[in-house]
C-alpha cells in the first residue's frame, strides 16, 4: 500500500517526460491532408509531339513555340535539316487549376488548332493511383487557298478542312523521377481519300520521362496506329510517330530538344500522316520552348 | 478507503492532463524571401498543432505542399525541386515554451526551444514568440529566419529570381481547448 503513492508519482512523471514528442506523434496521426495531390508528372503540357497530362494551373498563360526541321540524314549541304523548319505557335489558358483551353496555328497545312482540356482525376499518395486528363481537339487546315489552287480551293468546303480529335492521357508519377503515359487518341477526318485513307484513326500512344537531374529529364514516345491500312501505294505508306527528347527546366521556361520521324505537332498528323520512318533514320530535329505567365487568378 | 482516494485522484490528474491539450483552430504560416527582381512570399493554412497548456509542450507539423504561393509555377518548383515534398511531405517543430503560463492572462513572452525538422534535416532551435492566454484560447505569435542552407536546401543558380539564402517565417496560430 506504502508503495502506490510512488507509482502515482512515477505515472505523473512519465506523463510529463514524453509530452512534446507524444504530441507530435499525436499530429502525425491525423493522417495526410487534401494537398497531397502528385504534381508535375511531366514538365509540359507535350511530352514531345504527343500532349501530356499536365493542365496550366489557374490564371497561368503558357506560350509554346515549336520547331521541326527538315531530315538530319539529309546531309552536310542542307544543314542536316536546318534549312527548312516547320513551326507551331501555340497558347494556352488555365481556367482552373483543371479546365484549360489553348489554340495553334501550325504552318504544315497551315492549319489551326483548338483544344479543351480537363484533368478528371488526379494522382493522389493515398488515393486515385494515376492522374487522367481528357482532351478535345478541333483541327481547321487553311491550306490550300486561291492563290496556291484555285480549283481545289473552290472545291473544298469549310467541312472538307476540318478533324476532330478525341483523347484521354492516363500517366502515372511512380517515383519523383520516372512518369509513364498511356495516350489512346481517335482522330476523325470529315474529307479523305477513302481508298487509301481512313475517316476514323484509332492510335495509342506510350511516353515515359525520367528526370536525370532537378531539371534536366530525358523522353520517349511512340504513337503505335491501330487500324492502319496495309499495302498502301507509295505515296501513302505511314509510319508510327517515335520520339526521344530531352527536357530542360529553367525557372518560367521549358525547352525540349527533339528527335522523331513527324513533321506533326497536332494530333492529326501525327497519327494519321506521319510519312517517314524513324528506323530507317529519317529522323528531324526539333524543339519546343514553353513560357508561363502568371497572369490572373493569383492565390 | 484509501485505494478508493488514490483512484479518484488518480482520474481527476489524468482528467486534467487531457483537458489542458489545446489544438489548433486557426493558423497562418507566411514565409518571406526578399529576392532582387521580385519578393516571394507563400501562405499556409493548414498546419497541424499540439499545446500543453500546463506543461507548455508544443508540436506543430506543416504540410509543405500547402504552402499557396502568388504564381503557381513557382509554387510546383519549391515542392519539385528546393523542398522536395514528396520526400520530405511535412516540416514539423517539438518543443517546449519557457515562460509560459497558463494562468497569465493577456501577453506574455515565450520562448520555445525544441527541435525543427525542414526538408528532412532536424536542428535545435530556438523561437521567440508571444503567448496570449484568453477564457477559452490561447494566441501563439512568432516570426523567425530560416536559414535555407541549415536544412540543406539548395540555392538555384540558374534562376529568374534569385532565392535569398535565408526567409522571414511568420506564425500566427489561435488554439481551442482540444
Known sequence: MKKLPLLFLLLILVQTVKGQDDLLNELEKQGPTEGDYTFATFKGSHIINGQSVETRRKGELEFIFSHRFGLINEGAYKLWGLDESVTRLGLEYGLTDRLGFGIGRTSVDKTFDGYVRYKALRQKDKGAPVTVTAMGTVTYKTLPNEDDDPVLASELKAEDRLAYVAQLMIARKFTTKLSLQLNPIFVHRNTVDQDVENNDDLALGFAGRYKITRSIALSAEYTLRLNAKENQPPDYVRYDAVGFGIDIETGGHVFQLIFTNTLGMFERYTVTETYHNFFDGDIHFGFNISRSFQIAGKK | ?178
Do not use: C
Open chain 2, 1 to 178: 478507503m484509501k485505494k478508493y482516494f488514490f483512484w479518484i485522484l488518480f482520474l481527476l490528474v489524468a482528467f486534467n492532463i487531457s483537458a489542458q491539450k489545446f489544438v489548433l483552430e486557426n493558423s497562418v504560416i507566411t514565409f518571406f524571401s526578399e529576392a532582387t527582381i521580385e519578393n516571394i512570399t507563400a501562405e499556409n493554412k493548414k498546419t497541424g498543432s499540439m499545446l500543453n497548456a500546463q506543461t507548455g509542450d508544443i508540436a506543430f507539423s506543416v504540410p509543405t505542399r500547402e504552402f499557396q504561393f502568388e504564381k503557381k509555377l513557382m509554387q510546383e518548383h519549391f515542392n519539385e525541386k528546393y523542398l522536395e515534398s514528396e520526400k520530405f511531405p511535412k516540416s514539423t517543430f517539438a518543443g517546449k515554451m519557457v515562460g509560459f503560463s497558463n494562468t497569465v492572462k493577456g501577453i506574455q513572452q515565450v520562448k520555445a526551444s525544441g527541435k525543427l525538422t525542414i526538408h528532412g534535416v532536424t536542428t535545435s532551435m530556438e523561437i521567440s514568440g508571444t503567448a496570449e492566454v484568453q477564457s477559452d484560447k490561447i494566441i501563439l505569435k512568432s516570426k523567425f529566419i530560416v536559414k535555407l542552407a541549415d536544412y540543406n536546401i539548395k540555392i538555384p543558380q540558374l534562376m529568374w529570381q534569385n532565392i535569398a539564402e535565408q526567409v522571414e517565417v511568420t506564425v500566427d496560430f489561435t488554439y481551442k481547448p482540444q
